[in-house]
């Protein structure tokens, strides 16, 4: 039996929690990803967000950010507004139903690290958070 490729794990682990983050996020009426975002917003507070920093951050097409600040602004969970910077642009807040679900989210995803770190050494998990933030700042190249 040949060994597992690592970028399996990496599949499943990200297939698992996503389907943790749904389940969880069902309950409040919302979904993982609108979860994500007011958790993403909250950390964020200090400067000015738009919908491209949600393409960015979760590596989305304009179309898939543009449905999903939309079904949030419809759920009053986010709201838009006027940048100060640029009346071209859109800040995007969190509303105050939004706010509520911040400590939420924050104590499902604190659970969530520490669920995967559970069964390792201090050593290990540091090890682990290196590893994950060294995968996750890969960059392709176009050619």
């Not at 006027?82 to 995803?109: C, F, M, N």
């Amino acid at each position: 039996m040949t060994e597992r490729r690592l970028g399996a794990w990496l599949r499943d682990a990200e297939h698992q929690m996503n389907l943790e983050m749904n389940d969880f996020a069902r309950s409040y009426g919302v979904t993982g990803m609108q979860l994500s975002v007011i958790d993403f917003l909250s950390r964020e507070q200090t400067s000015d967000v738009f919908q491209v920093d949600l393409e960015r951050e979760f590596h989305v097409q304009r179309s898939t950010a543009s449905l999903l600040v939309k079904r949030m602004v419809e759920r009053d969970l986010v709201t838009r507004v006027v940048a100060a910077s640029d009346s071209r642009k859109r800040q995007l807040q969190l509303t105050a139903k939004g706010q509520r679900l911040v400590p939420i989210v924050h104590e499902h995803l604190e659970q969530q690290d520490a669920k995967m770190v559970a069964d390792l050494t201090p050593t290990e998990a540091a090890a682990f958070r290196r590893a994950l933030a060294n995968v996750s700042h890969w960059q392709t190249t176009k050619e």
